[in-house]
């Protein structure tokens, strides 16, 4: 009978060991899974990232609750950010296992000092009325328009990757992002309405301002101009017309030069390139 006690208790004790290693493996393992499944979800972060450039800060869960991502983004040069993003998984027993990646993305490059005009037109520039231009030397006619040059892309490029695309007969709202305006041949677009917008708007062909225009950013028409209703821009303003046609300024016209806003619209075209140029985990 003693032995009997000392043979069960010994397979007890073994049976103790067995539970508790299980235990142990099965609780080493969740951990194991949840790093790996923290990286990913810093991963997702980095995409996320990347997506919201030039943004500060993303931040989000992926799936259900106790899996979350925050990446902190910081411009380190004039056209490379650095993404520093973290993933982090809760367990059942309420402690957390992170894992961090920081990534390096360089954009586009398109110089604000391609556009250093209030207005630049490739013809003779006709001033009528009451038209202000600021700085009063920030006006340039008879110029060469090489629109891949200034934004470094061609024009099927930008118009495939426009946040807003209309013809003349649909132009509405809104106006703002990258928007693409076509005009048929032979016709002029004519705005009589309020228009307010921002970014970059291009209309491809003959366009007439004759109400109220509000707009911060770049316009860039290709064909005629005319502004003659009541006109406010901060930016820059740029015709490329034929040679025999004139762009024209009557009514209540105000053009200003605005560097931040020409940045500002810049970056809808530095960001259409986003390439990641380095990569590690920290």
């Known amino acids: 009978m003693v032995v009997g006690l000392f043979v069960s208790l010994a397979l007890s004790l073994l049976a103790s060991s ?4 299980s235990i142990n493996e099965n609780t080493l393992a969740l951990r194991e899974r949840s790093l790996i499944r923290a990286f990913w979800i810093a991963e997702a972060g980095v995409a996320e990232a990347i997506d919201n450039l030039p943004g500060s800060s993303v931040s989000g869960q992926i799936g259900a609750s106790g899996n979350t991502y925050s990446a902190q983004v910081t411009a380190t040069g004039s056209d490379v950010y650095t993404i520093v993003s973290t993933g982090t998984v809760t367990l059942p027993s309420g402690e957390t296992v992170s894992r961090s990646v920081s990534v390096d993305v360089r954009t586009g490059t398109v110089p604000a000092s391609n556009f250093q005009y209030a207005i630049e037109t490739t013809t003779d520039l006709v001033i009528k009325g009451s038209v202000d231009i600021n700085p009063d030397d920030k006006a340039k006619e008879f110029s060469t328009l090489d629109f891949a040059a200034l934004f470094g892309y061609t024009k099927d490029e930008i118009k495939a990757n426009a946040t807003h695309y209309y013809t003349d007969e649909n132009f509405s709202f809104p106006v703002d992002g990258i928007t693409w305006v076509d005009v048929d041949a032979g016709e002029t677009m004519v705005v009589a309405g309020n228009l307010s917008g921002s970014g970059i708007l291009i209309v491809s062909g003959n366009v007439h301002f004759s109400g109220t225009l509000d707009f911060n950013g770049i316009i860039y028409v290709i064909g005629k101009l005319t502004m003659s209703g009541t006109v406010t821009t901060y ?5 490329e017309s034929s040679t025999t046609v004139d762009t024209v300024l009557k009514g209540n016209v105000e053009l200003n030069w605005d560097e931040d806003e020409i940045n500002a619209a ?5 960001m259409l390139r986003r390439d990641i140029v380095s990569w590690k985990e920290l």
């Open 235 to 239: 930016g820059s303003v740029m015709a």
């Open 266 to 270: 810049l970056d809808l075209i530095r």
């Open 18 to 21: 067995f539970y508790f290693r």
